[in-house]
């Protein structure tokens, strides 16, 4: 905030705060200022506490957020998953075909030969959603809470969740696209894959 005003200041700007009756030209303004932004800094710390004690109390609840914009195979409605049934039939597919012994690329030429569209409407799929589908245990009707994680409350910058926080997994929170069995399946096969078995791709 300082090098801004600063940099504005040489600039023969002059910042005017309406609310605190404050200019940047004023003798005291940098000491107002300074602690005006210490004391705004320090309401969204406790904000960003608040808002992650109740995510925690709502995750140890088995509530699930669900505020997907697109979410292949399913559609939000007042707050709860349901299944997209045109979608989930090629959802389906995906883990049968991978189960049959695709790979996710021949799996994404199928799909893009087949006209299949993306969750986002996009016409070129990659196999790192096909992937990241059948990996998603959303598809089997259960939800892992907690993901991922706001890091830094300032920036608001969000990372994946590998153990830096508790995650919550609630089963059977929604109606599920495949089930369980086959779901469990693909994630044996996966490992089996990765671990020197066929190719992922």
């Not at 003798?27 to 800094?41: F, G, H, P, S």
């Not at 409605?77 to 695709?102: C, M, P, S, T």
């Not at 919550?168 to 996966?190: A, L, P």
């Amino acid at each position: 905030m300082l090098n801004i005003i600063r940099s504005l200041e040489e600039k023969e700007v002059t910042v005017c705060f309406e609310k605190e009756n404050l200019t940047s030209t004023d003798e005291r303004a940098e000491l107002m200022i300074t602690l005006y932004t210490a004391l705004a800094q320090n309401e969204v710390r406790n904000l960003s506490e608040n808002t992650k004690w109740g995510y925690t109390q709502r995750f140890m609840k088995g509530e699930t957020p669900n505020n997907y914009k697109n979410f292949f195979g399913f559609y939000v409605e007042e707050g709860e998953l349901k299944i997209n049934e045109e979608e989930a039939v090629v959802g389906r597919d995906i883990f049968n075909w991978y189960l049959g012994g695709q790979s996710l690329r021949q799996i994404k030429t199928r799909l893009e030969e087949g006209g299949i569209l993306t969750a986002s409407g996009g016409r070129v799929w990659h196999e790192s959603v096909i992937q990241g589908m059948l990996c998603n245990e959303k598809y089997a009707g259960d939800s892992m809470l907690q993901k991922t994680y706001t890091e830094d409350f300032l920036t608001g910058k969000r990372v994946k969740n590998v153990g830096q926080r508790d995650r919550y997994y609630v089963s059977n929170s929604h109606e599920g696209i495949v089930s369980k069995d086959t779901f469990e399946k693909v994630q044996r096969e996966m490992e089996s894959s990765t671990g020197g078995g066929r190719s992922l791709l």
